[in-house]
């Protein structure tokens, strides 16, 4: 099925640094939401974006949705412990469209 | 509270043995869904449904089967057919599957291993 590419696969940080990763697609996206898991839980939503252009902040995290609608960036700014865990990006190729396409993840560890 | 639950959290399977994963949602939403997780894997869609009485394949439906009778639950059995059913199952639901502002919201989910 259709893929995501989510990258970096893993990230290993300081406490109180930034971090940035993203999702790229060779096809158009009209939804792209970011999602939170930690060890043994569901993912959590984080933040929802449905237009081009778009950016929407919760907290500490920051998401855009790209221009071209084929990608969506994450922002962590200075991190700390409790952001650890695995980021998915996930996006709705159509308006119409009933299922989501999920990136295969962005592991984050955090160095106290 | 509003939410999913699943349950069991934890589940443990003979080979040969069908086993049925439980999902329920207060939310009021019409559409609910079925991913399969892997070890440093993401999600992979199984069924989904989006109303009572309905449902359809995802992209890993064989060995696996659903119904939807009531609003609130949509039930997954892993048959003996699944050959290889160890894995961490996610359910899911949002207000509706198509639309604009249909975001999926998740359960806790259930980790089964086949003994």
């Known amino acids: 099925g259709q893929q995501l590419n989510q990258s970096p696969q893993s990230m290993f940080i300081q406490e109180g640094e930034d971090v940035s990763m993203n999702c790229t697609s060779s096809?158009?996206?009209?939804?792209w939401l970011w999602y939170k898991q930690e060890p043994g839980e569901g993912p959590v939503l984080l933040i929802a974006?449905?237009?081009?252009?778009e950016l929407t902040s919760n907290g500490r995290l920051t998401a855009q949705f790209g221009i071209t609608r084929k990608d969506s960036f994450l922002n962590i700014s200075a991190s700390i412990p409790s952001d650890v865990g695995i980021y998915f990006c996930?996006?709705?190729?159509?308006?119409?469209?009933?299922?989501?396409?999920f990136g295969q993840g962005t592991r984050l560890t955090i160095n106290p | 509270d509003g939410g999913i639950t699943q349950s069991p959290k934890y589940l443990f399977r003979k080979e040969g043995q069908n086993v049925t994963l439980s999902c329920e949602q207060n939310l009021n939403h019409d559409a609910m869904y079925w991913y399969r997780q892997d070890p440093g894997q993401g999600l992979r869609l199984i069924y989904y449904s989006q109303i009572v009485n309905d449902f359809q394949k995802g992209d890993i439906a064989e060995g696996y089967s659903v119904s939807r009778e009531k609003k609130e639950s949509f039930p997954l059995t892993v048959t003996s057919a699944q050959k290889n059913p160890t894995a961490f199952y996610l359910c899911?639901?949002?207000?509706?599957?198509?639309?604009?502002?249909?975001?999926?919201?998740f359960g806790p989910g259930t980790r089964l291993t086949v003994l």
């Open positions: 899911a639901s949002s207000i509706s599957a198509s639309g604009v502002y249909n975001e999926q919201f």
């Open positions: 096809s158009i996206f009209n939804t």
């Open positions: 974006l449905y237009k081009a252009g």
């Open positions: 996930a996006g709705r190729l159509g308006q119409g469209a009933q299922k989501l396409v």
